[in-house]
């Protein structure tokens, strides 16, 4: 497991987004809550390596603090997620949070049993948020509450890298009305495996009309490609979205307001159906 590092480039273009005053309509002053929530970015990964995660923690980082919606604390380790009390310096446990972000993790992190059952209590019970990015659902195989947490797990991207063609689902969703009803980016969507639609509202999926289906690697028959999706887990808000896989994805104000909203979404400061809808065929 390699390190992630914040760079100072990474933080700067941001900010030269932030100047122009197109990042995700935060020109506009906006009203910190009274209490300021915390999130807890974690970026462990344990397989493929993505050149993007520092540009996302990044994001994520530079989202709370323009904003003042919320606090952020970056780590490439788990040792935060869970409810033990420590003394160790200045350790923060899942108590001091109110959302956790999966920058892109994948493999099996780094969780004791205790670990994960603090974490699922914190979603579940608590009723505190999650974002997922990405490779978040590239991660914990081994672990069956994790992806009935998250809604399922990768199994292949099998068109890699392309110009995808995506349509919204529900354009009242905060983290993807600013969205038209069809349009196109590029980056690498997931195949989902243990999926299904009727288990999360979904928020943006590709437009099956306009795939090359002539390919090995697509596996799901009913030709459902979900690109964003929103549900609860216990008491717990969840997002989750494919897009993000490459560095420019987070200079696009698109993706960047679209994890912006998702986040206040988990934080409760918006509101957005979680409820399943009907099959789009």
């Known amino acids: 497991m390699k390190n992630y590092r914040v760079t100072l480039a990474s933080l700067l273009g941001i900010s030269a987004i932030l100047a122009t005053g197109i ?3 935060l020109a506009k002053a906006q009203t910190p809550p009274i209490h300021v929530p915390r999130v807890l970015v974690v970026a462990q990964t344990n397989g493929f390596e993505h050149d993007s995660v520092s540009d996302a923690m990044a994001a994520v980082y530079k989202m709370g603090h323009d904003s003042r919606l919320w606090e952020t604390i970056l780590r490439t380790d788990t040792e935060n997620i869970t409810k033990k009390k420590l003394e160790k310096g200045n350790f923060k446990n899942l108590d001091y949070f109110d959302a956790i972000v999966f920058a892109s993790t994948t493999g ?3 969780l004791t049993d205790d670990q994960k059952a603090d974490f699922m209590s914190f979603i579940k019970e608590d ?18 509450e994790y992806g009935e947490m998250i809604g399922g797990w990768f199994n292949e991207h099998p068109w890699g890298t392309f110009n995808a063609p995506i349509v919204v689902e529900d354009p009242t969703f905060p983290a993807v009305r600013h969205f038209p009803a069809a ?4 980056d690498e969507i997931y195949q989902a495996k243990e999926w299904s639609r009727d288990k999360v509202n979904v928020l943006l999926r590709l437009d099956e009309s306009k795939l090359n289906f002539d390919n090995p690697r697509v596996h799901r028959t009913d030709k459902d490609f979900a690109v964003a999706w929103a549900k609860m887990h216990g008491k717990g808000r969840v997002f989750y979205s494919t897009l993000g896989h490459t560095k420019e994805a987070w ?8 994890y912006f909203e998702a986040i206040k979404w988990v934080l409760g400061m918006t509101e957005g159906r979680t409820n399943s809808h009907t099959s789009h065929y």
């Open 127 to 144: 009723g505190k948020g999650f974002v997922g990015i990405h490779a978040a659902l590239d991660t914990n195989y081994k672990w069956p």
């Open 251 to 258: 200079d696009d104000p698109d993706i960047q307001k679209m």
């Open 23 to 25: 990042y995700l309509g």
């Open 108 to 110: 099996e992190l780094s």
């Open 183 to 186: 349009f196109m980016k590029k």
